[in-house]
């Protein structure tokens, strides 16, 4: 928005394909095309709307433990398939912070927080190290 390169990189575990666009390419594509320009306000209502979420389901920002437990809810395929320094980065702390996290709801037995009982399992059997355990 104010031409400065993006503080946000992104990073694939995965074999991957990336499209880009330049700023200047992008807002003539909008100017051109209204489907294109209401295509780009969509995206842009559900990343403000996500963000509102979040802020409203916490009362303030969540905090790291916090968007870690939304991500075991909402993505528990991601436990399994990326390393622990990729999803300390999504979660913007350090590894170390979420090995603290993942050691603090070891203790707390994790099911504490009304999960249902197949994603406790599912927590349970992801922090005491089994992998590529699939809950149905």
């Not at 100017?31 to 209401?38: D, F, G, K, L, Q």
């Not at 995206?43 to 905090?63: H, N, Q």
């Not at 994790?110 to 927590?123: L, S």
């Amino acid at each position: 928005m104010d031409d400065k390169p993006s503080q946000v990189n992104i990073e694939s575990v995965n074999d991957s394909t990336a499209y880009c666009i330049s700023k200047a390419k992008l807002e003539a594509l909008f100017a051109h095309s209204i489907e294109m320009a209401n295509f780009g306000r969509k995206i842009f209502e559900r990343k403000i709307l996500s963000v509102d979420a979040s802020t409203l389901a916490y009362g303030t920002p969540p905090t790291a433990k916090e968007r870690y437990l939304t991500l075991m809810e909402e993505n528990p395929e991601l436990l399994q398939d990326v390393p622990l320094k990729y999803l300390a980065s999504y979660l913007y702390i350090t590894p170390q912070s979420l090995s603290r996290i993942r050691a603090g709801l070891r203790e707390k037995g994790m099911c504490q927080n009304n999960k249902t009982p197949a994603v406790c399992f599912f927590i349970k059997q992801k922090l005491h190290g089994f992998h590529r355990k699939r809950i149905k």
